[in-house]
């Protein structure tokens, strides 16, 4: 079988325990992640105010709460000096609303940070001044180098061990920092926001003159980069979403979506042609961010070409997430973002919360050979396998493919969410004809469809032996050369065996051109302690 999931970019961590394997107990029920479940955050940059609460499994939060507000305070600043009047009001209302959001929402704290405006405007201390006297928020104004870092670790969030080089984009300026084995390390700032870029004189040709000259010292500094380029911001987003309209892309979802150098250069020069306001419609990117976004796009095409990565993935953890992500204890850290999310689905939504990893023994044997990336997918799927069954059972299926390919998940390439989404319709259906759907299935080949097929089918009869979770089962068994599939039952539990079950068997063992045979055992005793 092929696998979508062999080159995955990064180390698959095992486990933060690792006696306790990647189904030991989930750090979620630890009281140091409870204190996590519900964390607010406020990032005051130079274009947005924004609030995020994070809720649920705290390695893989869910966003209980995201606001933002476009206040512009940067703007004008090269000439100024301080802050945007107008911005200013906007964003100390922000702050106002903010406040009384989060008293309503019982949070005890929230956790806010400035960036490159208040840090550099004049009047940025009386500005955090101001905010502390009309809502007790004390804000933390951060150094460039700081918000690397914080940046980088919203990277790590959805990618553990990452590895490459993080750009983080704002308003009023631009950060480096490169990450490795999980770990940040050289990281540094600069003044290439587009808000500043805007403000330059001399026009196109002065500005890619500065453009070219800072990151030139940017290379110098931080060396060679080759690796993967992450990159966060919204200015980036935005152009992520242009490279999606040009190329007609099937899957709306931002996070890990990948650019080649290649793809950045020809979106770049489909910004230059198209006409902003049909391109922000088509795109659905904001009048404030598609002001932007021609000079984000400058940055970036002199970017790929000093630093010639490889690849560019888009992340949309960032600086909040990283924020977050500072507050966890390391064995948090440790633990896989895929799995924990799933196992907090599971633990939440499923009708026998914990059989997901019976389950995934049972059908382990179909995989014994194959690689942990694959076995990962396999578990996730698993656990997800029945988190929809409250959907109506005409659309059930669908309703699967939906959650799984568009849901809030890290450490997931595209193509994985669609072999995940289409293991799960498979789990409720034999079939996979839908036409709306049909653009995502080809983003897998003949070969990686058939096995999301197998996968779903097996997780389909898995669940026909589903109660009373403390018996002895039984084992699937597969011979793969003889091409024989047979299910050892022991007698307590063939009752569970019926007809429907029988046909589902039947269709998994027609799906891997297999025979079946049926064998009944002796219930296996508990070892003596």
């Avoid at 486990?15 to 990647?22: M, P, S």
């Avoid at 992520?240 to 950045?264: F, K, S």
């Amino acid at each position: 079988m092929a696998d979508p999931t062999e080159k995955l970019p990064y180390a698959v961590p095992e486990t933060g325990i690792a006696e306790l394997g990647l189904f030991g107990k989930p750090l979620f029920e630890d009281p140091s992640a409870r204190a996590l479940a519900r964390v607010g955050v406020v990032d005051v940059g130079s274009n947005s105010v924004r609030l995020v609460v994070f809720d649920g499994a705290a390695r893989s939060p869910a966003y209980f709460y995201n606001e933002k507000i476009m206040c512009a305070l940067g703007a004008g600043m090269a000439e100024s000096g301080h802050l945007s009047p107008q911005g200013r009001v906007r964003a100390l209302s922000a702050m106002r609303r903010f406040k009384k959001l989060a008293d309503g929402m019982g949070l005890s704290e929230l956790s806010v940070v400035a960036t490159a405006a208040v840090r550099d405007a004049s009047d940025g201390r009386d500005f955090c001044d101001e905010v502390l006297r009309e809502t007790g928020l004390r804000i933390w104004v951060i150094d460039g180098e700081e918000e690397a870092r914080l940046s980088a670790q919203g990277v790590l969030l959805g990618w553990p061990g990452a590895y490459g080089l993080v750009c983080d984009i704002g308003g009023s300026s631009m950060e480096l920092a490169e990450i490795s084995g999980g770990r940040v390390g050289k990281r540094m700032t600069s003044q290439l926001g587009p808000l500043k870029l805007r403000d330059i004189k001399g026009g196109a040709k002065a500005r890619k003159a500065h453009i070219s000259d800072v990151i030139d010292k940017l290379k110098d500094k931080m060396g060679a980069q080759r690796d993967r380029l992450f990159l966060v911001g919204g200015s980036w987003r935005a152009i992520a979403r242009i490279d999606m309209l040009r190329r007609g892309y099937p899957l709306q979802v931002l996070h890990e979506y990948r650019m080649t150098p290649r793809a950045v250069s020809a979106t770049v020069k489909y910004i230059k042609e198209t006409d902003p306001e049909e391109l922000r419609a088509a795109a659905g990117v904001s009048s404030s961010r598609m002001a932007l976004v021609p000079f984000a796009a400058e940055v970036l095409s002199r970017l790929v070409q000093t630093f010639r990565p490889k690849d560019i993935a888009i992340s949309s953890y960032g600086i909040r997430e990283g924020m977050l992500y500072e507050q966890m204890p390391q064995r948090l850290r440790d633990r896989d973002p895929l799995i924990e999310a799933c196992r907090f689905a599971e633990a939440k939504d499923a009708r026998m919360p914990g059989f997901g990893k019976t389950l995934y023994n049972l059908i382990l044997p179909l995989y014994k050979s194959a690689p942990a990336p694959r076995k990962r997918l396999i578990k996730a799927a698993c656990l997800l396998h029945d988190v929809s069954w409250r959907a109506h059972p005409d659309y059930r299926a669908e309703v699967c493919f939906d959650n799984a390919t568009r849901a809030n998940l890290g450490g997931l390439k595209h193509a994985e969410r669609v072999f995940l989404g289409l293991a799960l319709l498979h789990r409720y259906s034999n079939k996979r004809e839908n036409a709306r759907f049909s653009d995502l299935y080809e983003m897998l080949d003949e070969t990686q469809r058939a096995d999301a097929e197998i996968l779903g089918k097996a997780m389909r009869f898995g669940a026909m032996l589903w109660m009373n979770p403390d018996e002895d089962r039984g084992e699937i068994r597969w011979f793969s050369k003889k091409k024989q599939l047979q299910l050892r039952l022991t007698s307590d539990m063939l009752p569970l065996f019926g007809e429907v079950a029988e046909a589902r068997l039947n269709s998994l063992a027609a799906s891997l051109g297999a025979e079946v045979e049926i064998k009944t055992v002796r219930e296996r005793k508990p070892s003596a302690e």
